[in-house]
């Protein structure tokens, strides 16, 4: 299994993804080739023997102070066995460097594994926006993450002084 930087090539494949992911409320490709594109984006890209699995990005503008994860795919095939968790925390090391203090994400109020996974690593839910998620009507919890703390606490896991 292997994680890279996402490139403009990578675009059929993570739209293919994000389109079976998220069906009803899909970015589009000019959406997601403008973000593959921007400097103060990073993209990541999963895969393992050959096979496209997952992607997710962060945008964190270099020195700036928060940072937002814009998005987290994994494939069907794939769901359970760690991988989400590899992305984000990837993301979350990627945000770190670009000097952000704090993370903040949204997700959907009716996927309590993405939900379970995020407060896992630190994330608390700070508000709800009702009905954000169309045509789904789907409120969605806004959640932030302490950055400095986390990587400290990953420092620490880690045996490796901060």
Same mark, same amino acid.
């Given at each position: 299994?292997?994680?890279?930087?996402?490139?403009?090539?990578?675009?059929?494949?993570?739209?293919?993804?994000?389109?079976?992911?998220?069906?009803?409320?899909?970015?589009?490709?000019?959406?997601?080739?403008?973000?593959?594109?921007?400097?103060?984006?990073?993209?990541?890209?999963?895969? =393992?023997? +050959?096979?496209?699995?997952?992607?997710?990005? /962060? !945008? &964190?503008?270099?020195?700036? $102070?928060? %940072?937002?994860?814009?998005?987290?795919?994994?494939?069907?095939?794939?769901?359970?066995?760690?991988?989400?968790?590899?992305?984000?925390?990837?993301?979350?090391?990627?945000?770190? =460097?670009? +000097?952000?203090?704090?993370?903040?994400?949204? /997700? !959907? &109020?009716?996927?309590?594994? $993405?939900? %379970?996974?995020?407060?896992?690593?630190?994330?608390?839910?700070?508000?709800?926006?009702?009905?954000?998620?169309?045509?789904?009507?789907?409120?969605?919890?806004?959640?932030?993450?302490?950055?400095?703390?986390?990587?400290?606490?990953?420092?620490?896991? &880690?045996?490796?002084?901060?």
């Amino acid at each position: 299994m292997s994680l890279r930087d996402a490139t403009t090539e990578d675009l059929a494949a993570i739209m293919d993804l994000e389109r079976t992911s998220f069906p009803t409320d899909a970015w589009s490709d000019a959406m997601m080739r403008d973000e593959l594109a921007s400097p103060h984006s990073h993209y990541l890209v999963l895969e =393992e023997a +050959g096979l496209f699995l997952g992607y997710g990005g /962060v !945008r &964190a503008v270099q020195g700036g $102070a928060d %940072a937002d994860i814009q998005t987290i795919a994994i494939a069907v095939t794939a769901r359970g066995r760690g991988r989400g968790r590899e992305l984000l925390t990837a993301l979350l090391r990627a945000a770190r =460097e670009r +000097g952000a203090r704090e993370v903040f994400l949204e /997700v !959907r &109020a009716d996927n309590p594994v $993405a939900t %379970a996974l995020y407060a896992s690593e630190g994330f608390l839910e700070i508000a709800r926006r009702p009905r954000y998620y169309q045509p789904d009507d789907v409120d969605a919890v806004v959640m932030k993450l302490d950055l400095v703390g986390w990587a400290a606490r990953a420092a620490a896991d &880690a045996g490796v002084c901060s």
